[in-house]
């Protein structure tokens, strides 16, 4: 089976663009989950989606924002790009509605550079 | 608020001998304690995890200690071989909440020399 597909892999943009980037959650798996990791840094939640509705929030301004499509993908949208959004985004999925006790498969990621 | 510190932030060992990285939690409302390992270009990948009713746990070569009393708990890498080099994240998480959010450590990078 696939694994949880993100794509672009890299993305280079420039302040205050727009970006959209996408996951495919592995089949069979109905919650997403973003997260955002800084060079260094541990990986920091943003979003959680199960059957389409927002389940958990983290603490990013509403430039963030992300949606769940009926076939369980999900996108992350971020406006007004800053220099510090630069960070790898990664896309998690899990089965039933999330709990992380049942595991979280992350992708590779999106590397997004900022200038 | 850093709810969950690790170290060390990097870490050397010679091929066989013990890794062992320390992470300390603040809220008492966790109880689910994953670790992940994750290699350069990849996402996090889950590797073991413990819950609060045991104070040990064990696969293969790596051991979670878990110390509910101190709020801390520990990963050991037994034999580390050169493969093992990576960073390694610990994380907590409420298991009776369905919010996927996990809180993750800043991180360890382990080298392990030849």
């Known amino acids: 089976d696939a694994g949880v597909t993100q794509s672009p892999t890299h993305l280079i943009k420039t302040r205050g663009q727009q970006v959209t980037l996408r996951c495919s959650p592995i089949s069979g798996h109905k919650s997403v989950s973003w997260y955002q990791q800084v060079l260094g840094q541990g990986p920091q939640f943003i979003f959680q989606?199960?059957?389409?509705?927002?389940?958990g929030r983290g603490n990013f301004p509403d430039r963030f924002s992300a949606r769940q499509f009926p076939n369980y993908s999900s996108e992350l949208n971020v406006n007004a790009l800053l220099l510090g959004d630069s960070a790898l985004y990664l896309c998690a999925s899990s089965k039933g509605q999330g709990n992380p006790i049942y595991g979280y498969t992350f992708g590779s990621g999106t590397r997004l550079t900022v200038v | 608020q850093q709810q969950v510190k690790q170290s060390p932030q990097s870490l050397i060992v010679q091929k066989g001998g013990i890794s062992i990285i320390n992470c300390a939690y603040e809220n008492t409302a966790f109880d689910y304690f994953p670790w992940y390992q994750q290699f350069p270009g990849k996402g996090p990948a889950l590797l073991i995890a413990i819950r609060p009713d045991v104070s040990e746990k064990k696969e293969g070569r790596f051991t979670i200690s878990f110390n509910k009393s101190a709020k801390q708990f520990s990963l050991h890498i037994m034999d580390s071989q050169p493969g093992d080099s990576a960073t390694y994240f610990c994380?907590?998480?409420?298991?009776?909440?369905?919010?996927?959010?996990?809180?993750f450590g800043q991180g360890t990078t382990l080298q392990v020399k030849p």
């Open positions: 989606y199960y059957e389409k509705e927002e389940r």
């Open positions: 994380a907590a998480a409420h298991s009776s909440g369905n919010t996927g959010k996990l809180i």
